[in-house]
């Protein structure tokens, strides 16, 4: 798992990476709100550890940053504040857990393996919309459990929005990964992905102007 993690105390920035290096996760740390923004508009994270209380830019208002640009991952919060609007706040903005210091170093990677158990759930079939999903080992998408033809491309355009939801997907990627072709132009993207949007009876893929397209995360009963 590929991990961003925002600590501006350098011992304790170094003591999480060594460890969680050690459990076999890829650690990229760094001590500054600012520096840490940047690297999520750069870099695909799985999951982010951040501090609250940093310079620069307090963890919180990073997490309310992404989600204004639509850029959300899961967010672990480790921190010293008590207070519990502080906390209430953290889970408003849809952390998904939240450690108070000090802690040991093996309940915080106890915590990021129960966040991976859940999402090794949701890793073959991936719910779109209400009634659309993706399974990713048989490459179909399925309109109430029943196969809709697409065409190749087509499908490698839903499974890669299916694979990374919550994330706009820019044309670069699509370029990289539908096209394998960087030459490709932006009109011959948007063209295709109008035809398959007619395809659709749900219309789940957001067009997220100038910059690409996204699928959000959503749960549907």
Same mark, same amino acid.
């Given at each position: 798992?590929?991990?961003?993690?925002? =600590?501006?105390?350098?011992?304790?920035?170094? %003591?999480?990476?060594? #460890?969680?290096? *050690?459990?076999?996760?890829?650690?990229?740390?760094?001590?500054?709100? *600012?520096?840490?923004? %940047?690297?999520?508009? *750069?870099?695909?994270?799985?999951?982010?550890?951040?501090?609250?209380?940093?310079?620069?830019?307090?963890?919180?208002?990073?997490? =309310?940053?992404?989600?204004?640009? *639509?850029?959300?991952?899961?967010?672990? #919060?480790?921190?010293?504040?008590?207070?519990?609007?502080?906390?209430?706040? %953290?889970?408003?903005?849809?952390?998904?857990?939240?450690?108070?210091?000090?802690?040991?170093?093996?309940?915080?990677?106890?915590?990021?393996?129960?966040?991976?158990?859940?999402?090794?759930?949701?890793?073959?079939?991936?719910?779109?919309?209400?009634? #659309?999903?993706?399974?990713?080992?048989?490459?179909?998408?399925? #309109?109430?459990?029943?196969?809709?033809?697409?065409?190749?491309?087509?499908?490698?355009?839903?499974?890669?929005?299916?694979?990374?939801?919550?994330?706009?997907?820019?044309?670069?990627?699509?370029? =990289?990964?539908?096209?394998?072709?960087?030459?490709?132009?932006?009109?011959?993207?948007? %063209? =295709?992905?109008?035809?398959?949007?007619?395809?659709?009876?749900?219309?789940?893929?957001?067009?997220?102007?100038?910059?690409?397209?996204?699928?959000?995360?959503?749960?549907?009963?």
């Amino acid at each position: 798992m590929k991990i961003l993690l925002l =600590e501006d105390d350098i011992m304790l920035n170094q %003591a999480i990476s060594e #460890y969680l290096e *050690k459990a076999g996760h890829s650690i990229v740390s760094v001590r500054d709100g *600012k520096e840490c923004l %940047a690297l999520t508009q *750069k870099e695909k994270f799985d999951l982010s550890i951040l501090d609250i209380n940093v310079p620069g830019i307090d963890g919180l208002s990073i997490l =309310e940053e992404l989600h204004v640009t *639509k850029r959300v991952m899961p967010v672990i #919060y480790i921190s010293t504040l008590i207070d519990i609007e502080d906390i209430s706040r %953290a889970y408003e903005l849809g952390c998904s857990d939240y450690i108070k210091k000090p802690f040991h170093l093996k309940e915080l990677n106890l915590r990021i393996d129960k966040m991976l158990e859940s999402s090794k759930k949701d890793i073959r079939h991936k719910r779109l919309s209400k009634n #659309y999903s993706f399974d990713c080992d048989s490459m179909t998408l399925l #309109y109430n459990n029943v196969p809709q033809i697409l065409s190749k491309k087509q499908l490698k355009m839903v499974e890669f929005l299916a694979r990374n939801r919550s994330f706009v997907c820019s044309y670069e990627m699509f370029r =990289e990964y539908v096209w394998d072709d960087k030459d490709i132009e932006e009109g011959t993207i948007r %063209a =295709e992905m109008n035809r398959l949007k007619k395809k659709l009876k749900e219309d789940f893929i957001i067009n997220v102007r100038g910059i690409g397209y996204m699928v959000e995360l959503i749960t549907y009963p």
